[in-house]
Every structure is written in C-alpha cells, then in structure tokens.
C-alpha cells in the first residue's frame, strides 16, 4: 500500500527551538518524497525534495530507507517558519505521477 | 513567476447541481492534476492528464466527475450531480518535471 504518515497535527516550539516534522512512508518501489509547505492563505509549494539533497530556508530532510523516514528539521525554527507542512511522495522517476499527501502537520512558532 | 490560476475561488451550489471548476496550468507543463481536500483532511488525488487524456485516476474520480482541456490552456473539472460530501477544496496542479505547482484552490460548498 502506498502511505504516507505525518503523526503529528500540530507541533508548537518557541523561536530558537530545533523542530522535527516526522514524516514516515510505505511504497512499493523506489519512492521519490517531498515537503510541501503551505503559508496560511496561500498555496501549497516545493519546499524540498530528497533527490536534491538541498537546503531550503534552513530546512533539511534525509531519507532514511531503511526506517522508512523523511523527516523534516530545522534547527532553529524562527516565526515565519509557522504554516501548514506536508510530506509526499510520487514514484522515483515516474514523470507523470501523482503525489500522495500525509495528513499535514501545523507548525506554530511562537515568540 | 508563473503560476497555476484557479478561478472561482469560492463557489456555493445547490445538491444536484452541476459545476465546473476551472484552472490554467503553466503554459509549457505537460502533466495536469486536479486533487481535493475536505476540511480537517489530507489532500486526497483525483486525477491525472497527459497528452489529451486522462492517465490515472483514483476511486474518488467516479462517472459524476469529468476534466477536459477544451482550448490547450483551460483545464476543467466537472461535477456532474453534487453532492454534499463533494464539499472540499479543490486543487489544480501542473508538472513539467519532478516539480508539481499548485493552483491557490477553489472551495467548494454544497449545500
């Protein structure tokens, strides 16, 4: 079956505070997984993707094979950094796939 | 930038009704996606389109649902008989390589 789990709803961490965004998946092939991030009114956006290996905005994500794992961190989370994440995935390759969502988990950064 | 237009942004209609909701992907994407989320819900794929037809769809995307490409820019999604629990945000998006963009959403309301 192809899923991806985000367990978490809602993280709350104060500004200067590492965040995790734990994102776990299952797929039957070689998955290619993303984070999109969603500011509040705004639309859903690339934020990373694990090909690329890239830091964005301070964030950064390592896929872990072997525990199913892409989880997403920063290690000092500042306010505008609160929005709506979601993990995805699409199959490695597959030009014309589509992308499977996690549930989404809201990240609140308070002052 | 370029960007996934969506319009309306806000549509309400009675049950039963039909609506079309419409999107203009990015002019040189070749691959084209409509998604929806239901509130409190994971963004959930309905369809996929490429080269004039559709090429995958989910459980989701039975006979009341349609899309089209009418003029080569519009891309539109029909619902034929709504019904309330059609009730969701819908997404547009448009990929040219591993990149999806997403259109800002129209919600629908069915009351």
């Known amino acids: 079956a192809q899923r991806v789990t985000q367990p978490e709803k809602l993280l709350s961490v104060f500004k200067g505070a590492p965040v995790e965004l734990k994102c776990n998946y299952s797929?039957?092939?070689?998955?290619?997984l993303f984070w999109y991030v969603q500011y509040s009114r705004q639309r859903l956006q690339l934020l990373l993707r694990h090909i690329s290996r890239e830091s964005i905005k301070g964030f950064t994500a390592d896929l872990n094979k072997g525990e199913t794992s892409f989880h997403l961190k920063k290690p000092f989370a500042q306010e505008e950094d609160s929005a709506m994440y979601y993990c995805a995935l699409s199959g490695l390759g597959n030009q014309g796939g589509k992308l499977i969502f996690g549930q989404g988990t809201e990240l609140s950064v308070k002052p | 930038e370029p960007e996934v237009t969506q319009t309306p942004s806000h549509q309400v209609t009675q049950m039963g009704q039909e609506v079309i909701l419409r999107c203009v992907p990015i002019?040189?994407?070749?691959?084209f996606y409509w998604y929806r989320q239901i509130l409190g819900q994971k963004v959930e794929f309905l369809v996929s389109f490429y080269n004039n037809e559709i090429s995958e769809k989910s459980e989701i995307f039975d006979d009341q649902f349609s899309v089209e490409r009418p003029d080569g820019s519009n891309f539109t999604l029909k619902i034929r008989s709504t019904k309330l629990e059609d009730s969701a945000m819908y997404f547009c998006a448009s990929r040219q390589n591993t990149e999806a963009f997403f259109g800002q959403g129209t919600r629908l309301t069915v009351v």
């Open positions: 002019s040189n994407h070749l691959y």
């Open positions: 797929y039957s092939g070689s998955p290619e």
